[in-house]
């Protein structure tokens, strides 16, 4: 016999706001209209699939209302008072990290690690002083930062794994490109943890994105703050801390000085001209510049926010380029996992400690013949 299951519209309605998933798509493949209009009743598979494909737990939508469902991080994203209900993606990435960085803390522990001098260390500093601090302990000095803008993401991320951190740059859920993060709820966030600080950049956003990104998030790392946000170079109606944050983020990428110095060199060219100038000298974006420029009174801006949004339209014409999820899987992992991470999981599982199926799981891996071709090409193997 058919057993069909009673669902409340109500924790329908829900699943339908946090789901990830294409919300048309799951209309065309379940009877959503009608179990809303509580018309007709799912069977126990087809809510067992509808759960799956939402990316919602099962059990949530037997309950008789929808779930509380909150961030289990501090919020600081912009309009953090109005921000809707969390995403169904956005829960279970922050659930991915945390599960990944209680697995890397209880793995140095073992080993002996001591606690990491730098997590916490700049939190009673001005933001001059912290973003100082930070690019010391990067070894990203503007003199050394050559390459494409992706290779100045690739030694920020790796400048943190070396100091020991743990990092995640990824556009979707455990590798699966149908569960697409979304830039405009969040573009990184910071699990602060003094041996186990975890930073993760949602790379659906243009590399210059990514590169504030990950500056604000080691801002959150040195001042000892966790939280997510939705980095805006330009808001200053964020709280103390994004404020802080935002302002260590644009002196690490742009320091003032530096700025003065090249700044000389184009002064007399115009505005667009000198952008794109020093924001290839720093490898960063366009905004980040114009904000250090205002910031810092090196150059008369006349009207500063007319000219940020003119250049915010002027980067959509350019149709900026993000970065896609494709490209060859074992590339792109370590980025997705982290190699600090990856390193740590696949010695841990050769050797016997951690069961290999667990390593797969924390690197969202399906098969034993991935993780060894992984564990080859990272020659961990």
Not at 17 to 31: M, N, P, Q, S, Y
Not at 42 to 56: C, E, H, N, S, Y
Not at 254 to 264: E, F, I, N, S
Not at 359 to 380: I, N, P, V, W
């Amino acid at each position: 016999m058919t057993v069909r299951v009673d669902v409340a519209p109500s924790v329908l309605s829900w699943a339908l706001d946090v789901t990830g998933a294409d919300e048309e798509g799951l209309h065309r493949r379940f009877k959503l209209d009608k179990w809303l209009a509580a018309e007709a009743r799912p069977t126990l598979k087809q809510l067992q699939d509808f759960a799956k494909a939402a990316g919602v737990p099962f059990g949530y939508l037997l309950l008789p209302q929808p779930p509380a469902w909150s961030l289990p991080v501090p919020d600081f994203r912009e309009g953090f008072e109005t921000v809707p209900t969390p995403s169904a993606n956005l829960i279970a990435v922050i659930g991915q990290s945390q599960r990944r960085q209680e697995w890397y803390r209880d793995y140095a522990l073992a080993l002996g690690v001591e606690p990491l001098a730098f997590v916490g260390s700049a939190a009673e500093l001005p933001p001059l002083e912290a973003a100082a601090e930070i690019r010391s302990a990067l070894d990203f000095q503007v003199s050394d930062r050559h390459g494409t803008w992706a290779d100045t993401r690739k030694a920020l991320l790796r400048g943190f794994e070396t100091l020991g951190g743990l990092t995640v740059a990824t556009s979707m859920v455990e590798n699966n490109t149908r569960r697409s993060l979304d830039e405009n709820e969040f573009r990184g966030f910071a699990l602060v943890d003094d041996i186990a600080p975890l930073v993760f950049v949602n790379t659906h956003q243009t590399l210059n994105g990514q590169i504030f990104t990950l500056a604000h998030e080691f801002a959150h790392v040195w001042r000892g703050t966790s939280g997510i946000g939705n980095e805006d170079t330009r808001s200053d109606g964020q709280s103390d801390i994004e404020r802080w944050c935002n302002a260590v983020a644009s002196e690490v990428l742009v320091p003032r000085d530096d700025l003065a110095d090249r700044h000389a060199r184009v002064a007399s060219a115009p505005l667009v001209q000198a952008l794109d100038t020093l924001a290839h000298d720093f490898r960063c974006g366009t905004l980040v510049v114009l904000q250090a420029l205002h910031r810092t009174g090196v150059r008369r801006i006349e009207n500063y926010a007319a000219a940020y949004d003119a250049e915010v339209v002027r980067l959509r014409d350019l149709s900026e380029a993000r970065e896609s999820g494709g490209g060859d899987h074992y590339n792109n992992q370590p980025f997705r996992v982290g190699e600090r991470l990856s390193r740590a999981l696949i010695a841990d599982a050769l050797e016997g400690r951690t069961p290999i199926t667990e390593a797969m799981r924390l690197m969202s891996m399906k098969s034993a013949s991935t993780f060894d071709e992984y564990a080859r090409r990272l020659g961990a193997a």
